[in-house]
């Protein structure tokens, strides 16, 4: 199976990187970490991720997963990647996302009508785009799989390998990785305490910025309306 991970400016490296390392994994699995070009990509934490192939040569595969992100809602108005994603989507076996990643799908068009996941401070952006936003941490509609915010990447590929090659398969690799999360409440805004969600909502809307402007123009142009 022919996996693919777009890699662009400012994506949320555990995003990625969180799921590229199972699915990496998988019996018969091969990566690739798709740019415009082949030159390094800066993630939001400063870690420099390197493609290794770029969209004009990418070819089709079979798995697509797109990583969020704050630069997510530059590539939402970037019509060179859009269309790739478009040219994609018909041959793909699954169309998949992490975090604010369903919002690159959404502006693509490709999740109208369908249910999909989010980041919790993100997500009712999608209604925007003819998609539902639900609050879980892995969504399945057809052959589209959306996980929630940065570490659902890794839950997200765990129920992507037990769909794909059974339970025993994703309890080998989970084995292999230790993955064994220690349980705390507060990871979501129903578990944190309300000054705590109080607190990261301020941070977020401090983060938006010209971000919630480039969302709804994406939004705007895929529904022909005025933004």
């Not at 693919?4 to 990625?16: K, R």
């Amino acid at each position: 199976m022919r996996i693919a991970f777009l890699l662009y400016d400012q994506l949320t490296q555990l995003d990625m990187t969180g799921p590229a390392q199972v699915l990496s994994r998988m019996p018969g699995a091969s990566v690739d970490y798709v740019a415009k070009t082949m030159d390094p990509v800066m993630s939001d934490c400063r870690l420099a991720l390197m493609p290794t192939l770029t969209l004009a040569e990418s070819g089709q595969f079979d798995l697509l997963c797109v990583p969020g992100g704050y630069g997510c809602s530059a590539v939402m108005n970037d019509e060179e990647t859009l269309g790739w994603l478009r040219r994609q989507a018909p041959g793909l076996k699954w169309l998949t996302s992490v975090c604010t990643g369903s919002l690159i799908l959404a502006a693509a068009g490709l999740l109208k009508g369908r249910r999909a996941a989010c980041h919790w401070a993100w997500g009712d952006y999608l209604p925007l785009f003819d998609a539902e936003w639900v609050a879980q941490r892995t969504v399945f509609d057809g052959n589209v799989i959306t996980a929630g915010g940065v570490t659902c990447g890794i839950d997200f590929a765990f129920r992507v390998l037990d769909h794909l090659h059974g339970p025993d398969v994703a309890a080998t690799i989970r084995l292999a990785l230790e993955y064994d999360p220690e349980s705390h409440e507060g990871g979501t805004p129903a578990s944190a305490r309300p000054d705590i969600v109080a607190n990261v909502r301020a941070i977020t809307a401090q983060r938006l910025g010209h971000r919630d402007a480039e969302m709804r123009a994406a939004a705007a142009r895929l529904t022909g309306e005025n933004p």
